[in-house]
């Protein structure tokens, strides 16, 4: 990622009119109580809503930013809740980190687009542990939106683990239409 990249991130999140939100994702939200316990990850943390959230049930959490801006807030945030030594803020970009393999219980991705980066993440994964996903998707006939999943693009590239649930509109009719996809990596 460009320092142009990072700086606009920052900004962004210095932007008091634009506050994180800090509702946990609508799939971390739905699939918490199944979820196997342990190590967590939550890439591209921005304000650490889901860090904080899987903190807050007891994970071990590394949560990833390239914003030092987002990962403020998130420690903040974390803080404030009493689950700050729950969770280890990394400052680094997604697609150029070195991720270890086989180590994440749980890896959460929301409002973030990279099909880079899912083969590391992918990698990542424990035996048995579970990769949620929810991001936009790309409106047909219109591709003003390159940071945008196109219809079963995720599917696809997920189609290596074991897919409990798979979530886009029938029909995407507006530019908020929303992909989700639960999915677990084999034991053996």
């Not at 979820?35 to 809503?49: I, S």
């Not at 219980?105 to 687009?113: G, T, W």
């Amino acid at each position: 990622m460009s320092d142009d990249e990072r700086a606009r991130w920052n900004e962004r999140y210095a932007d008091e009119d634009r506050e994180p939100p800090t509702e946990p994702a609508e799939v971390l939200a739905e699939y918490a109580d199944g979820l196997p316990g342990g190590r967590a990850l939550d890439v591209a943390t921005g304000g650490g809503r889901n860090a904080i959230f899987l903190a807050d049930r007891g994970y071990t959490v590394d949560a990833i930013d390239v914003s030092e801006e987002g990962l403020r807030i998130a420690r903040e945030r974390a803080d404030e809740r009493g689950v700050v030594d729950g969770i280890e803020f990394v400052r680094a970009d997604v697609e150029e980190y070195e991720f270890s393999q086989g180590v994440y219980d749980v890896i959460v991705v929301a409002r973030y687009y990279s099909l880079n980066a899912l083969p590391a993440l992918k990698r990542a994964l424990a035996p048995g542990g579970v990769l949620l996903y929810e991001h936009r998707l790309q409106p047909p006939g219109d591709d003003t939106h390159r940071f945008r999943f196109r219809s079963n693009d995720l599917l696809r590239a997920c189609l290596d683990l074991r897919i409990v649930s798979y979530e886009e509109p029938v029909e995407i009719t507006d530019d908020d239409a929303t992909v989700r996809l639960v999915a677990r990596r084999g034991r053996a």
